[in-house]
């Protein structure tokens, strides 16, 4: 499968962006997720999302301004942030759960699918 991530840009401090991550496969089945990482850190989770889209995780630090949604149909999800920080400047990457119907978290090992990241710059 290939995920292709967009959207990415440079925004002011408390503007918003909407990233959308396209896949060449149908991902019915599949818990997605957006996951980012700022320069000279780790990458770290943001948000994850059920395959029904029933259930939703977030870090806390994104928790409240941002969105992850999702449109089976046209094997997209989707990341709405709201009200973009500083330290919001990182590649943002979307991910695909590796084990088809089964549970998924936080971490990267739930993931086994991933885009090639589309930054996003948040400046003063």
């Known amino acids: 499968v290939q995920l292709q991530a967009s959207g990415g840009g440079l925004v002011q401090v408390g503007e918003s962006l909407r990233l959308s991550c396209g896949s060449s496969?149908?991902?019915?089945?599949?818990?997605m997720a957006w996951f980012r990482q700022a320069p000279g850190k780790e990458r770290e989770f943001v948000s994850s999302l059920s395959w029904k889209g029933d259930s939703k995780w977030y870090s806390d630090s994104v928790k409240g301004r941002f969105t992850m949604s999702r449109d089976n149909a046209k094997t997209t999800v989707y990341l709405q942030m709201n009200n973009l920080k500083l330290e919001d400047t990182a590649v943002y990457f979307c991910?695909?759960?590796?084990?088809?119907?089964?549970?998924?978290?936080?971490?990267?090992?739930?993931?086994?699918?991933w885009g090639q990241g589309t930054q996003v710059t948040v400046s003063s």
């Open positions: 496969e149908r991902f019915n089945g599949y818990a």
């Open positions: 991910a695909r759960q590796r084990n088809r119907y089964g549970s998924f978290g936080s971490t990267e090992a739930d993931f086994g699918s």
